[in-house]
């Protein structure tokens, strides 16, 4: 057997510097295995999600923060063009022009896919490296924090969640971040039995995630979440997480944090990130978002296929270019000015993309044909 040393959250660590989690029967203390989380296809899953495999809060953080910037304006974009081409789709659609059934379907399919689209994008932005990093700091300026603040403040117990678990995310938009309760008093700590007895009084939901106390003044930190209690009834109910901080000596509660301290915006986050990740709804969500992504799958699809479409005899990127009105063209660099501010990556790749235009591909005869540049 690796030489352990448990940490406070019951993880271990190797000798490597890598954690993993081990289980214990509880009855007769026998190990009934280990498990690294890197092991897991989910973990693997996740990572590409979050990263691409690349790093947190590095280049693949940013890609797929930029990405999803792109994402929101697209779906912004198409939601102005279904409306503003209903009578021109239903014109084609008349005359049996090329393409004019799958555009219709397409657009059919693209507004309520749209929804959900910006519902999954707008939800996933907290978590990114650069927007959901400034998004925090400019709200706990403004007193509008994620996180809401514990009773009796002295340590954190964040830094404790993610060696446990073994991944970077954070542990909560409200928990997370919140101090912990103080121990007071010496002698024999109490058992863990006994800080879950203090939380099922407390009326905390279970199973639980528990912290164990860090130095003399810590606290056994017993966790209804939906971050990481498969089962638990907050998982799909938000509304039902609580942390409770019980002193390691007496076993009485010295400080609890549930969803009704929240803050507001704590409230809005931790509900669209169950929307996010399928769990609000039970079984219906895992249902509807299977839909979904086929429906996602289906506008991927039709989309180049329209482009090709549209394209005809044109050569390279090229295809037939939409005209619009001169004040829907102010409008609309009106409105890429606010989503470029509002998503400083997105803004900032749509300057390099026209610095690229003016400076590259229209002094570049081949170029300027390739991209059917006017």
Same mark, same amino acid.
């Not at 809005?268 to 929307?275: F, M, N, W, Y």
């Given at each position: 057997?690796?030489?352990?040393?448990?940490?406070?959250?019951?993880?271990?660590?190797?000798?490597?510097?890598?954690?993993?989690?081990?289980?214990?029967?509880?009855?007769?203390?026998?190990?009934? $295995?280990?498990?690294?989380?890197?092991?897991?296809?989910?973990?693997?899953?996740?990572?590409?999600?979050?990263?691409?495999?690349?790093?947190?809060?590095?280049?693949?953080?940013?890609?797929?923060?930029?990405?999803?910037?792109?994402?929101?304006?697209?779906?912004?974009?198409?939601?102005?063009?279904?409306?503003?081409?209903?009578?021109?789709?239903?014109?084609?659609?008349?005359?049996?022009?090329?393409?004019?059934?799958?555009?219709?379907?397409?657009?059919?399919?693209?507004?309520?896919?749209?929804?959900?689209?910006?519902?999954?994008?707008?939800?996933?932005?907290?978590?990114?490296?650069?927007?959901?990093?400034?998004?925090?700091?400019?709200?706990?300026?403004?007193?509008?924090?994620?996180?809401?603040?514990?009773?009796?403040?002295?340590?954190?117990?964040?830094?404790?969640?993610?060696?446990?678990?073994?991944?970077?995310?954070?542990?909560?938009?409200?928990?997370?971040?919140?101090?912990?309760?103080?121990?007071?008093?010496?002698?024999?700590?109490?058992?863990?039995?006994?800080?879950?007895?203090?939380?099922?009084?407390?009326?905390?939901?279970?199973?639980?995630?528990?912290?164990?106390?860090?130095?003399?003044?810590?606290?056994?930190?017993?966790?209804?979440?939906?971050?990481?209690?498969?089962?638990?009834?907050?998982?799909?109910?938000?509304?039902?997480?609580?942390?409770?901080?019980?002193?390691?000596?007496?076993?009485?509660?010295?400080?609890?944090?549930?969803?009704?301290?929240?803050?507001?915006?704590?409230?809005?986050?931790?509900?669209?990130?169950?929307?996010?990740?399928?769990?609000?709804?039970?079984?219906?969500?895992?249902?509807?978002?299977?839909?979904?992504?086929?429906?996602?799958?289906?506008?991927?699809?039709?989309?180049?296929?329209?482009?090709?479409?549209?394209?005809?005899?044109?050569? $390279?990127?090229?295809?037939?270019?939409?005209?619009?009105?001169?004040?829907?063209?102010?409008?609309?660099?009106?409105?890429?000015?606010?989503?470029?501010?509002?998503?400083?990556?997105?803004?900032?790749? *749509?300057?390099?993309? *026209?610095? *690229?235009?003016?400076?590259?591909?229209?002094?570049?005869?081949?170029?300027?044909?390739?991209?059917?540049?006017?």
């Amino acid at each position: 057997m690796p030489n352990w040393s448990r940490t406070n959250s019951g993880a271990v660590i190797l000798n490597d510097g890598s954690t993993t989690n081990v289980y214990v029967n509880p009855y007769t203390s026998e190990v009934t $295995g280990a498990l690294s989380q890197d092991q897991l296809v989910s973990t693997w899953a996740e990572r590409i999600h979050g990263d691409l495999l690349i790093g947190d809060g590095g280049v693949g953080d940013r890609i797929v923060e930029l990405g999803a910037s792109w994402g929101i304006v697209l779906t912004i974009t198409g939601f102005i063009i279904f409306f503003l081409g209903r009578k021109a789709r239903s014109g084609a659609q008349a005359k049996g022009r090329r393409g004019a059934r799958v555009r219709g379907w397409h657009a059919i399919v693209g507004l309520p896919v749209g929804l959900g689209v910006l519902l999954l994008l707008v939800s996933g932005l907290p978590w990114t490296g650069f927007w959901g990093a400034k998004a925090s700091e400019l709200a706990a300026h403004g007193n509008i924090s994620l996180w809401g603040e514990d009773p009796g403040a002295e340590s954190t117990i964040r830094q404790q969640i993610e060696n446990s678990d073994g991944q970077s995310a954070p542990a909560g938009w409200a928990s997370g971040n919140a101090p912990q309760g103080t121990s007071t008093g010496a002698g024999t700590p109490i058992s863990i039995d006994r800080a879950v007895a203090t939380a099922q009084a407390q009326g905390a939901p279970g199973p639980y995630l528990i912290m164990y106390p860090e130095g003399e003044k810590g606290v056994f930190s017993v966790m209804s979440s939906q971050w990481y209690n498969v089962g638990n009834p907050a998982e799909s109910d938000v509304t039902q997480e609580t942390t409770v901080h019980v002193d390691q000596y007496s076993g009485e509660k010295v400080g609890q944090y549930s969803y009704a301290d929240y803050s507001a915006m704590a409230k809005v986050v931790s509900h669209g990130i169950a929307l996010h990740e399928g769990r609000r709804l039970g079984v219906a969500n895992e249902i509807l978002s299977t839909l979904f992504c086929l429906a996602v799958i289906f506008m991927c699809v039709t989309g180049p296929m329209m482009w090709w479409t549209r394209r005809g005899t044109a050569s $390279g990127m090229a295809a037939p270019r939409g005209k619009l009105p001169i004040w829907g063209s102010w409008l609309l660099v009106a409105a890429m000015a606010v989503l470029g501010v509002f998503l400083p990556l997105f803004g900032l790749s *749509l300057l390099v993309i *026209l610095a *690229l235009d003016q400076l590259l591909i229209r002094r570049v005869p081949a170029l300027r044909s390739f991209f059917g540049t006017v």
